[in-house]
C-alpha cells in the first residue's frame, strides 16, 4: 500500500482525524486509583528484592557474607553513598504517584512527614498540595509532596530521611531565624535547600518563583 | 558523558521512574483495548511484568520499551480472551463514576467515542496511531517500535486517521472546534 492522501477530501479527513485523537489525548489522563495500585506493586517488588538480598546473604555464611560484602564494596561503590541534592531535585520532576495528604493534626501541616518533620500545608497562601510520591536515593527514603503554585506551575518539597546531605555550593543563602537557606538554580529551577529536624529538605519550583518567595515559604513553619 | 546507545552497555531499568510514563501507557492501553476499565487491567498487569524481575534495557528508551512490554501483553490477553466465553459486560456509562469525568462529560464521551474508534481499527493500522499519536513517538521510533518502515507508518497513519474521522459522528467536528 501507498501513502499519502488520494485527495484533498481525504487529507481533510485525515487531519480531522488527527485533531479527535490529539483532542482526546489531551482530555484523558490515568486515574490516580491506577497509579496507587502501581506504586504498591512497585513497593511490594522492591520489598521482595530486598528479602532475597537479605536470605542470600544469610544462607552463605559468614565466609559467604564476607565475600559477598567485598563484592559489593567494589562492584558498587556508590551504594553506600549519600545521594546528592541534585539528585533530589530531579525527584521533582517525576510524576505523583499517591493522592496528596490531607490536613494533619498541627495547623499548617499536612499529614505526611519524614523522621517528624511534617510537610508544610500551604493551602491558605494558595499553593495547595496536589499529590505525592516516596522513593529510595541511595539507600535513602525520601518523600515528596508535590504543591500547585499561584500560577500554575509544580512546586516540589523532598525530605531526605536519615542525616542530613552534604551542602552544595555556590548559591546565595538567606537566613531566617537562625536556619541558612542557601538559593540555588537548576535545570531552569530554583532551588532552596535547608535543613531541619536532622533531615535535609529540598524545595524547587519553576524559574518563575523568585529565590526570596521560595525561601519564604520554605521558612513560613519556622515563623509560625 | 556517553550513553547507553552509544556505547552498547546494558543498562537496568529505574523502576522508581516507571510512574513517569503512566499517562501515556494508560492512554495507548485505552486505545489499544477500546475501554478504560480494560485499559487500566493491561497497564497494571504490563507494570507487574516488568516490575517481576530487574530489566537490562539496551539504549534510554524506556517509554518504547514499556510500549513494547504493553503491546505484547495486550496481544497475548486479546488471545487468551478469545479462547474462553465473554463473562461480564460493564456498563458504559460507569465511567462517569470517575470523579474527572463526572466533571466533564462531554470530554469523557469524546475521548471514550474516539479511542473506541481507534480500538476498532484494523490491527496495522491502530498499531500506528497508538505508537505515533497516541503514545507521542516519533515515526522512526514508531517504526523501530512496529518492525515496519518509515514510510509505512506514514501511509497507515494516514489511513488510521481518515478512518477515525470517518467513523466519528459529524457532529463531534463542531463539539471539537468549541473546546479548543
Known amino acids: ?14 487531519e480531522q482525524g488527527r485533531a479527535l485523537v490529539a483532542a482526546a489525548v489531551a482530555r484523558s489522563q490515568a486515574p490516580l486509583a491506577l497509579r496507587e495500585r502501581i506504586e504498591a506493586d512497585r513497593e511490594r517488588a522492591r520489598r521482595a528484592r530486598r528479602r532475597r538480598r537479605g ?9 559467604a557474607a564476607l565475600a559477598a560484602t567485598a563484592v559489593a564494596l567494589i ?14 531535585v530531579r525527584l521533582g520532576d517525576r510524576a505523583a504517584a499517591q493522592r496528596a495528604p490531607g490536613p494533619g493534626s498541627r495547623p499548617g501541616t499536612l499529614r505526611a512527614s519524614v523522621g517528624g518533620v511534617a510537610f508544610p500545608d500551604w493551602d491558605t497562601r494558595y499553593w495547595p498540595a496536589t499529590g505525592a510520591r516516596a522513593d529510595e536515593l541511595s539507600n535513602r527514603a525520601t518523600r515528596t509532596v508535590f504543591y500547585s503554585t499561584r500560577d500554575g506551575g509544580r512546586a516540589a518539597y523532598t ?5 542530613p546531605l552534604d ?3 555556590g548559591g546565595r543563602v538567606h537566613t531566617v531565624d537562625g536556619v541558612d537557606y542557601r538559593v540555588l538554580r537548576n535545570r531552569g529551577r530554583t532551588v532552596v535547600v ?10 524547587s519550583a519553576p524559574a518563575g518563583v523568585p529565590g526570596d518567595v521560595l525561601v519564604d515559604f520554605a521558612s513560613w513553619d519556622a515563623r509560625s | 558523558m556517553l550513553r547507553a546507545t552509544e556505547t552498547g552497555d546494558a543498562r537496568p531499568l529505574d523502576p522508581s521512574t516507571l510512574g513517569d510514563h503512566v499517562d501515556r501507557l494508560f492512554r495507548a492501553a485505552w486505545a489499544l483495548c477500546g475501554t478504560r476499565e480494560d485499559a487500566e487491567d493491561l497497564v497494571q498487569e504490563t507494570f507487574a511484568r516488568v516490575l517481576a524481575k530487574p530489566r537490562l534495557l539496551r539504549g534510554d528508551d524506556d517509554l518504547g520499551y514499556l510500549l513494547r512490554v504493553l503491546r505484547n501483553t495486550f496481544v497475548s490477553r486479546h488471545r487468551a480472551r478469545e479462547r474462553r466465553p465473554r463473562a461480564a459486560i460493564v456498563p458504559e456509562d460507569a465511567e462517569l463514576a470517575d470523579p474527572v469525568a463526572g466533571r466533564r462529560p462531554e470530554e469523557a464521551v469524546l475521548a471514550r467515542e474516539v479511542f473506541a474508534h481507534i480500538a476498532a481499527l484494523p490491527d496495522a493500522f491502530r498499531d500506528a496511531l497508538v505508537a505515533v499519536d497516541v503514545a507521542g513517538l516519533s515515526y522512526d521510533e514508531a517504526s523501530e517500535l ?16 481518515a478512518q477515525v474521522a470517518a467513523g466519528m459522528d459529524p457532529e463531534r467536528a463542531g463539539v471539537l472546534k468549541e473546546q479548543q
Open chain 1, 55 to 63: 536470605l542470600g546473604v544469610l544462607a552463605g555464611g559468614l565466609a
Open chain 1, 1 to 14: 500500500m501507498t501513502g499519502g492522501p488520494d485527495s484533498p477530501r481525504d487529507e481533510a479527513r485525515a
Open chain 2, 146 to 161: 512496529l518492525g515496519v518502515k518509515v514510510a509505512t507508518i506514514t501511509s497507515r497513519l494516514f489511513r488510521a486517521r
Open chain 1, 75 to 88: 562492584a558498587a561503590p556508590s551504594g553506600d553513598e549519600a545521594p546528592t541534592v541534585r539528585a533530589v
Open chain 1, 159 to 163: 525530605i531526605v530521611d536519615g542525616v
Open chain 1, 194 to 203: 535547608w535543613q531541619e529536624g536532622g533531615h535535609t529538605c529540598v524545595l
Open chain 1, 167 to 169: 551542602s552544595p555550593g
